[in-house]
């Protein structure tokens, strides 16, 4: 099997027992709710929820102990990969855009498009059209490209290793989320900071099941999956 694979398998897994876990929870809960008012309600409400936590807690470890290795091996492998050579062709273009003081924004997507997706000529122009728009005083005006992400032939190295980083960032949160949709949670969490009042995750869309490894990436990646799976893949 290969790395981005064992990554989504373990990332599947917790997702499945994570799901499991609110299905069987909101099974008591409802359970209990002729209950409601009486001695003892809240104390069994708050067991069923610790039961739930714990196993969430050790689905979580599980699954942390079994991806770890997995992003540590990405990194070691990406970091032995070597990179295409830019075209001759392609060095001179860059050589004399930086020789312009101040390219334009046209102009630089003009040459983006003319780089035929080598990864390092676009990480070339990235630095180039940094180090043109980075200083404007005007906010409106700064600008920080990612020509980067047009690469079609491979992710540089660099490029891989921040993939990496944020697809390890996007686990872990994961990990220590509730299950409902990110997004609606967080929008639900703003309101309740703004203007207070409580809410609960469960009755909040929840986050589907992954379907397949690449649906994982998709959802869940910040790079291409094809190349991102050459670049960290044996």
């Not at 609110?22 to 309600?41: C, D, H, M, T, V």
């Not at 035929?116 to 005083?137: F, M, Q, T």
């Not at 220590?176 to 609606?184: H, I, M, P």
């Not at 869309?205 to 799976?229: H, I, M, V, W």
Request: hydrophobic share 35%; with cysteine.
């Amino acid at each position: 099997m290969s790395r981005t694979f064992d990554l989504y398998d373990a990332m599947f897994d917790f997702r499945k027992a994570q799901i499991t876990n609110r299905e069987i929870f909101l099974q008591k809960k409802k359970n209990l709710e002729r209950f409601a008012g009486s001695p003892g309600y809240d104390e069994d409400l708050k067991k069923i929820r610790e039961e739930r936590e714990k196993a969430n807690a050790e689905a979580g470890a599980k699954c942390k102990a079994r991806i770890e290795p997995i992003f540590q091996a990405m990194h070691e492998h990406n970091a032995k990969r070597g990179v295409s050579v830019p075209s001759e062709e392609d060095m001179r273009l860059l050589a004399a855009m930086k020789m312009l003081e101040k390219p334009g924004k046209i102009l630089l997507d003009s040459v983006a498009n003319t780089l035929n997706g080598n990864a390092l000529s676009l990480a070339i122009l990235d630095d180039i059209a940094r180090a043109a728009w980075r200083n404007e005083k005007s906010l409106m005006e700064r600008w920080t490209p990612n020509y980067s992400s047009r690469a079609t032939n491979e992710l540089t190295v660099p490029a891989a290793a921040e993939a990496i980083n944020n697809l390890q960032r996007n686990c872990y949160s994961i990990l220590k989320g509730s299950g409902a949709n990110r997004v609606r949670e967080m929008g639900a969490e703003l309101n309740h900071r703004l203007h207070g009042g409580e809410y609960d995750p469960d009755e909040l869309p929840q986050e589907p099941e992954y379907t397949t490894e690449q649906d994982f990436y998709k959802r869940e990646g910040s790079a291409n999956y094809a190349l991102f799976a050459a670049a960290v893949n044996e």
